[in-house]
Structure formats: C-alpha cells, structure tokens
C-alpha cells in the first residue's frame, strides 16, 4: 500500500523546488526577449543601451524539454542514496581478480579514512 503513495509524496516534495526553477527560466528568457527589443530599438533610434543579459536568443530556457529536464533532476537528486550530512551507503562492490563481491565498508579499517578512486579503465 506504501507503494501507491510515494509517487505522490514525492511530486509533493519536488513540486516547490520545481516551480521556482521555472519561474527562473521564464525570468531568463524575459530578460533575452528583453534585449532583444532594446537591440531593435537600438537599431531604430540609434540610442538605446543596455547590457548583454543572455548568449543566445535563439534557444529558449523556459522550453517544455528544459522543465522535463529539470524536473528529471530534482526527481534524481531526491531520490539518490548518499546525502549531505547523513552515512555514506554501503553499496557491494566486486573485485576484478576473482569476481568476489563484498561492501565498500567492509575494507575500512579503525581510526582509518577509506579513500576511493575512480579511475578510467581505459
């Protein structure tokens, strides 16, 4: 029964986080609609000033595909296992040599920091 509910506890979470992302990209893309009236308008009278807000007026922030993104992000950074300030997981790792598996934590010794390195493998 837990089940049904937490797609729904989460979208609660998320939601506030989410909408004020989207405020922000529909901010962004006023300040480059913005600019580019003043460019117009510069452009026709010859006097108006005012300072580069954005790169590129051709790529719109506040896009069906940008929000679809964010909210991917944050749904990703709810969910993830390691958070700030709480124990690291302790998630199986399996050794090259002979393929044995065992926990990160399982190779920490007392009074010893465990220091992980992931390097390429190619």
């Avoid at 962004?28 to 913005?34: P, V």
Wanted: with cysteine; hydrophobic share 50%.
């Amino acid at each position: 029964m837990m089940w049904i509910w937490l797609p729904l506890l989460v979208c609660l979470v998320l939601l506030p986080r989410f909408l004020v992302v989207a405020v922000i990209l529909w901010l962004l893309d006023f300040l480059c609609i913005r600019k580019r009236v003043f460019l117009r308008m510069k452009a026709q009278e010859g006097d108006a000033i005012d300072p580069s807000l954005c790169i590129s007026d051709s790529n719109r922030l506040f896009s069906l595909e940008s929000l679809k993104a964010v909210w991917h992000g944050h749904k990703l950074d709810f969910l993830k296992a390691a958070h700030l300030g709480h124990r690291a997981p302790n998630t199986e790792v399996v050794q090259l040599e002979d393929k044995r598996r065992s926990r990160i934590l399982d190779y920490a010794k007392d009074k010893r920091p465990l220091i992980l390195n992931f390097g390429s493998c190619t």
